[in-house]
């Protein structure tokens, strides 16, 4: 079965920082797009950013551009989301996912991507 496997969150004070992780248990990301998604209590899921799968062009949404960062993770084709400057708006459950093609522009519709990991919490209070 083709389950993303996801790491880090938790639990962060404002402003703080956080790192997540994006892999996959028996295969890699090597050659696919990711997308990084979130969703709050009470909200609609909502796209954060992607990385293609083949030149690693970025795109961010405006609510994390200039804080967040996604990247490649070379050690085990993983891929990273680099989270700055953390405020309460960003707490949630975190989701990577992961989709073929996509090899120079990328997009948060979550429908590009096919395969999904369980979700990460992250809380960001003092």
């Known amino acids: 079965q083709y389950q993303l496997v996801q790491s880090g969150g938790g639990l962060v004070q404002p402003g703080g920082s956080l790192r997540l992780n994006c892999g996959a248990s028996?295969?890699?990301?090597?050659?696919?797009?990711v997308g990084w998604f979130r969703q709050a209590p009470g909200k609609e899921r909502e796209g954060l950013g992607c990385i293609t799968s083949l030149d690693q062009s970025t795109y961010y949404a405006d609510s994390v551009k200039g804080r967040f960062t996604i990247s490649r993770n070379y050690t085990n084709f993983s891929v990273d989301l680099q989270m700055n400057s953390l405020n309460a708006e960003d707490a949630g459950v975190y989701y990577c996912?992961?989709?073929?093609?996509?090899?120079?522009?990328?997009?948060?519709?979550?429908?590009?991507?096919?395969?999904w990991g369980l979700g990460t919490q992250v809380t960001v209070s003092s």
């Open positions: 996912g992961a989709g073929l093609g996509r090899a120079y522009v990328c997009d948060v519709n979550d429908q590009t991507y096919n395969y």
């Open positions: 028996k295969w890699t990301l090597e050659h696919f797009a």
